[in-house]
Nanobody
Framework: VQLQASGGGLVQAGGSLRLSCVAS??????????LGWYRQAPGKGRELVAD??????NYADSVRGRFTVSRDDTRTTMYLQMNSLKPDDTGVYHC?????????WGQGTLVTVSS
């Protein structure tokens, strides 16, 4: 199983980005995986931004109302729509797919928000 994240980039504060994460080699069971987006800011640890169990989404307080996590099981893809971006949102964003003891990570995509 491999996860490939994309969509990061440089954006001004207040702008938007949409991250994608495609899972390959996972098959139809993708639909029952818990999916998550994490980020790691410079000099800080990795934190959970949002996760999705089936269609039940949870968000970190810092992004609630601005970010939306979604999934397309037919494309084994997860998304993170990020609006009203702030400089504090800067970091490397990693996608994760987890089912029981199985946990797969993408390589990360860099998001930089300038003030």
């Amino acid at each position: 199983v491999q996860l490939q994240a994309s969509g990061g980039g440089l954006v001004q504060a207040g702008g938007s980005l949409r991250l994608s994460c495609v899972a390959s080699g996972i098959g139809s069971v993708f639909s029952i995986y818990r999916l998550g987006w994490y980020r790691q800011a410079p000099g800080k640890g990795r934190e959970l931004v949002a996760d999705l169990r089936s269609f039940d989404a949870n968000y970190a307080d810092s992004v609630r109302g601005r970010f939306t996590v979604s999934r397309d099981d037919t494309r084994t893809t997860m998304y993170l729509q990020m609006n009203s971006l702030k400089p504090d949102d800067t970091g490397v964003y990693h996608c994760n797919a987890q089912l029981g003891s199985r946990s797969y990570w993408g390589q990360g995509t860099l998001v930089t928000v300038s003030s």
